[in-house]
């Protein structure tokens, strides 16, 4: 018996866009902060928040612009990134908004400003400014490789941002570093948006020159190591690393920029020495430089022993207070409103906020919010991974790499493992350019996931197909 089946070409199955997914997640991102929320003013003063409402209803719909943009313009893209990242930047509003609540700390704004400024509802409007950016790289940019005819155009961009801080009546001295700007009544730090915009640049060269890198070298001691004319942009990096904390004292920028720049050598030619290069490079200019840069080397003192200089160095105070914290959490923590670290004082809701974690939710608070951000981080590399143009993945694992060293420079000085760098934790922190700058960093992931999740075209059909006679038995 036999049948005769005619056949056509058919199309490849679409991928499913995973979109309802991150509605669904987007729901636990809101509800858990506003659960934090309501512990929080419970703790406190035995009452429901009176802004919770607001407070809801605002982080509501921040999140649902995001998810209806992504949802519109970007619909094959991770599902993961846009829930995490709101998690993260609700969680934040509601750990400064505590620390607005100590009395400690609005006297002692009190008496060195005159007045005591609440920092959440500024850090509100941060997140709305960081969203509104989110959403403008969505409608923006179509394509991510766009980006890719840029590449020396960024790096003189990312130079110049980093040069404003040095600008006479442009840049200003705040905690002994000079890596902000006043513009009106406002601050802005620019090496967190150089950081994205330094990206593009390693992205380009690097997909360019990867060949020369990782085949042109010779064999030293284990180590492959460059041409001369090969290994000179590890070396402008590097300078330009150790020129930025000499001259504006902060280590945090040095280190993002030069291990990122590392790491994304390491991807592209994946030759092991580069890693130890940088890393002798690293530690050789962090020790060179700490010998006569008293603020680098207070901290280094303070990492050292913080409580052999406790009264006398502000710096070994407030790791001190830090560590302290960390020990009365313990693996539960006293629960949130019931901690003591808003004693470390303005930097209480800055990178010393994960101080708060660890005393009001301990150890499992800790690894709670750790493993958020791996997750984030993973999901970056696999979009990375996933990525069909060289380009793409470089710049994917350049931002995820940034963010994960941001993470591991900011919680690791907090909790006494290398020194402090004065950086923020990302989405945690208060501070606007840092999460603005995040919110855009998380549109460029969800872009560059949007297009190398997209299913490919299918074939066009061949008008010459025969049809196909199929002998069954």
Not at 84 to 98: D, F, K
Not at 107 to 126: R, T
Not at 146 to 160: D, E, H, K
Not at 359 to 365: D, K, M, N
Request: aromatic share 10%; charged share 10%; glycine share 12%.
């Amino acid at each position: 018996m036999s049948s005769t089946t005619h056949t056509s070409t058919i199309g490849a199955i679409g991928a499913p866009s995973r979109r309802n997914t991150e509605l669904a997640l987007l729901v636990f991102a809101v509800v858990i902060p506003c659960f934090a929320y309501a512990n929080v003013g419970l703790a406190m003063t035995g009452e429901m928040p009176t802004g919770m409402l607001g407070y809801g209803v605002g982080l509501g719909l921040l999140a649902a612009v995001g998810h209806l943009v992504v949802r519109k313009f970007a619909p094959y893209a991770d599902p993961l990134l846009l829930p995490l990242a709101t998690l993260l930047n609700g969680l934040g509003l509601v750990l400064i908004w505590r620390l607005d609540q100590s009395e400690r700390l609005q006297q002692l704004q009190k008496n060195a400003f005159g007045a005591f400024n609440p920092a959440a509802p500024n850090q509100l409007m941060y997140s709305a400014l960081g969203i509104a950016l989110f959403v403008a790289v969505m409608l923006v940019m179509k394509d991510h490789r766009i980006l890719q005819r840029f590449t020396y155009i960024s790096m003189v961009v990312a130079l110049m941002l980093l040069l404003l801080p040095l600008v006479p009546g442009l840049g200003t001295d705040q905690f002994g570093a000079k890596i902000w700007i006043r513009i009106g009544g406002f601050s802005i730090q620019p090496g967190e948006f150089a950081k994205i915009v330094i990206a593009v640049f390693f992205a380009g060269y690097l997909m360019v020159k990867r060949d020369a890198l990782a085949l042109a070298s010779r064999r030293f001691l284990g180590l492959y190591l460059p041409r001369g004319r090969d290994l000179g942009p590890i070396l402008v990096i590097w300078a330009m690393s150790l020129l930025i904390l000499v001259f504006e004292n902060d280590l945090g920028t040095s280190l993002l920029f030069f291990g990122m720049f590392v790491i994304m050598l390491y991807v592209a030619t994946e030759r092991t020495s580069w890693i130890v290069i940088g890393l002798g490079m690293s530690v050789a200019g962090a020790v060179a430089v700490a010998t006569f840069a008293s603020h680098v080397q207070a901290r280094v003192d303070a990492w050292l022993d913080p409580f052999g200089c406790y009264a006398t160095s502000g710096a070994c105070e407030q790791i001190g207070q830090s560590i302290m914290a960390f020990g009365s959490g313990g693996v539960l923590g006293t629960g949130l409103g019931q901690g003591h670290s808003d004693l470390i004082g303005f930097a209480a809701n800055a990178d010393f906020i994960f101080a708060t974690i660890g005393e009001e939710l301990g150890l499992a608070g800790v690894m709670a919010f750790l493993l958020l951000y791996a997750l984030l981080i993973e999901r970056g590399v696999r979009t990375a991974l996933a990525a069909r143009d060289p380009f793409g993945k470089l710049f994917a694992v350049g931002l995820s790499g940034a963010f994960a060293l941001q993470i591991f420079v900011v919680a690791g000085g907090v909790m006494g493992l290398i020194p402090l760098t004065g950086m923020t934790m990302p989405f945690l922190a208060a501070g606007g350019s840092s999460v603005i700058a995040n919110w855009a960093l998380v549109g460029l992931l969800i872009r560059i996931s949007d297009t190398a999740r997209r299913p490919a075209p299918a074939p066009a059909p061949n008008p010459d197909a025969e049809m196909t006679q199929v002998v069954r038995p």
